[in-house]
């Protein structure tokens, strides 16, 4: 541990831009651990409030760390990023944002919920319990276009990809488009459930411990990612609600509407709370799109997330 590059958080910047300058240098090979901010750059704290979601400052929001360069990385190479380890704060949280999120149009008012978690379990809430799985929510290099670009989409450079398999002892490969590649990372999670429907995952800090590694000319036209399910909570009972018709926005948007209603009927929660609990727990899945223009989103909730 004494001999890796450590590289704090102070380093962050907001948005993707090829001139910022490099603020650690690495050759391929090398492991390094980058401390990770949460979402809202400091904004949101373990005794906040949901006033603190109210007065949020957007261009604050999704601060990365870095940029690292890598030694030898060009355009059209791929950069080989194995996340190693992630250690977390022991807290998170997970918001409503009016305007932001799947079911904005009926989800407008402000809710926060703050979470506490350890390696094995993130309490929700009490009684609610889901498994730990660290990830970055953020993760990419700088894209050849010059100028900054935002950091709350995915891009084929990576970007807010919010993929939960990105978790320890997975690879990511990343379209390098500049020289050094010029990578950031950010926006960690404890744990999601696929599609992050409210818009917010269970946001938290972490320390990610990553290696790189460089794959010359592979010309990739977008990330790709290896990982091994290794990880609780995939056995047990679902309950799964679906969406149906010619377009999937709207349909993934009725599975949710229709998961949401079956928590608030089932366990008698809030509706708010629900909608954020799918956020964390639930996952999204495309389970018809051969029948056009009748396609199927199927959201599936486990059971054992209830204590």
């Known amino acids: 541990m004494s001999n890796l590059k450590i590289l704090s958080g102070n380093h962050s910047h ?33 005794d906040s409030g949901v006033e603190a979601v109210e007065k949020l400052d957007f261009s604050k929001v999704n601060p990365i760390t870095g940029p690292v360069y890598v030694e030898g990385a060009e355009p059209g190479d791929a950069l080989v990023v194995d996340l190693l380890g992630f250690e977390g704060s022991g807290w998170g949280w997970t918001a409503i944002i009016p305007g932001f999120g799947l079911l904005a149009e009926e989800f407008d008012r402000p809710a926060l919920q703050i979470a506490k978690y350890d390696e094995k ?13 660290p990830f970055p929510g953020t993760i990419g290099v700088a894209l050849a276009e010059p100028g900054t670009h935002s950091v709350v989409n ?7 990809m919010d993929t939960r398999n990105l978790g320890p002892g997975s690879r990511l490969y990343l379209p390098v488009q500049v020289e ?8 960690t999670h404890a744990a999601q459930g696929d599609g992050e429907v409210c818009g917010t995952a269970v946001e938290t800090g972490m320390k990610v411990h990553v290696k790189f590694d460089l794959i010359k000319k592979a010309n990739l036209p977008r990330p790709q990612l290896e990982y091994e399910v290794v990880e609780p909570g995939e056995v047990g009972k679902y309950y799964t609600t679906t969406g149906i018709g010619p377009d999937l926005l709207e349909a993934a948007k009725n599975a949710v509407r229709d998961m949401v209603d079956y928590l608030v009927r089932e366990y008698k929660l809030d509706a708010e709370f629900a909608y954020m609990l799918c956020s964390v727990a639930v996952d999204l899945k495309i389970s018809e799109i051969v029948d056009v223009p009748h396609y199927l989103v199927s959201a599936h909730l486990p059971k054992s997330i209830f204590k």
Not at 121 to 133: D, H, M, N, Q, S
Not at 154 to 160: A, C, D, L, Y
């Open 154 to 160: 995915p891009r084929e450079t990576g970007g807010n």
């Open 121 to 133: 379990v993130v309490e929700f809430a009490p009684g609610i319990e889901l498994p730990t799985r």
């Open 180 to 187: 050094g590649a010029l990578f950031s990372i950010g926006d």
């Open 14 to 46: 907001i948005g993707w831009d090829n001139s910022l300058k490099p603020v650690l240098t690495v050759v391929p090979g090398e492991e390094v651990v980058i401390e990770a901010l949460e979402a809202s750059g400091g904004q949101i704290t373990a």
